[in-house]
């Protein structure tokens, strides 16, 4: 494996089939200007911009708002993420299956109706192998629509809760622009 051949029990990896998913990542508006592949791009650059300073010691290197519990908890955050390969993997495709559940309302709003087990599926035909990436692309909606109650299950069973935490915090940081800038109204709420 490691001179790029897949073991007897990996599957060939089908460039072919990579190359159609990521087209139909470039192709599909997640919203009005932004694909879902550029999404996924600004996820995994804002992430690390985020990450690396703090990586190097410093408290922030960017312009970008940090909350205070990130600031206060980073040792513990840092030592729970995955490696740097599975965070890219993550955030690049963690919305791979958009293009295949999209669907636009009565008033022409797009939906994405299930897209984070879509989006599993998806990545795990792609790299079956990879089961720590899928695992991840499996829960990465849970984060934003996890309620308060339900936060101590969470946690206990999702041993992978930072990760998605600091991911989330990474893409609403993202997006933050969709939402007029860091400083607005809007980003704020």
């Not at 072919?16 to 995994?44: F, N, P, R, W």
């Not at 022409?108 to 990436?133: A, I, M």
């Not at 692309?137 to 339900?150: N, Q, V």
Request: aromatic letters at 8%; glycine letters at 6%; a negative charge.
């Amino acid at each position: 494996r490691l001179a790029g051949q897949p073991s007897s029990k990996s599957k060939q990896l089908d460039l072919g089939l990579i190359h159609d998913y990521v087209a139909k990542m470039q192709s599909c508006l997640q919203t009005k200007g932004l694909t879902v592949l550029d999404h996924g791009m600004a996820v995994e650059k804002t992430l690390f911009d985020v990450l690396t300073p703090i990586l190097n010691g410093e408290e922030t290197g960017t312009e970008i708002p940090l909350p205070k519990w990130f600031i206060e908890n980073k040792r513990k955050i840092l030592s729970s993420l995955p490696s740097e390969y599975t965070l890219r993997k993550y955030t690049r495709f963690h919305d791979i299956g958009k293009p295949w559940c999209m669907v636009t309302d009565e008033n022409g709003k797009v939906h994405f109706p299930n897209h984070s087990e879509e989006s599993y599926k998806r990545y795990l035909e792609l790299f079956p192998d990879e089961t720590e990436v899928t695992e991840l692309i499996r829960h990465d909606l849970d984060i934003h629509t996890l309620k308060s109650c339900e936060l101590e299950q969470f946690m206990k069973s999702n041993k992978n809760h930072l990760t998605h935490l600091v991911v989330g915090l990474a893409e609403i940081l993202a997006n933050a622009l969709m939402f007029g800038g860091f400083q607005s109204d809007s980003f704020k709420i």
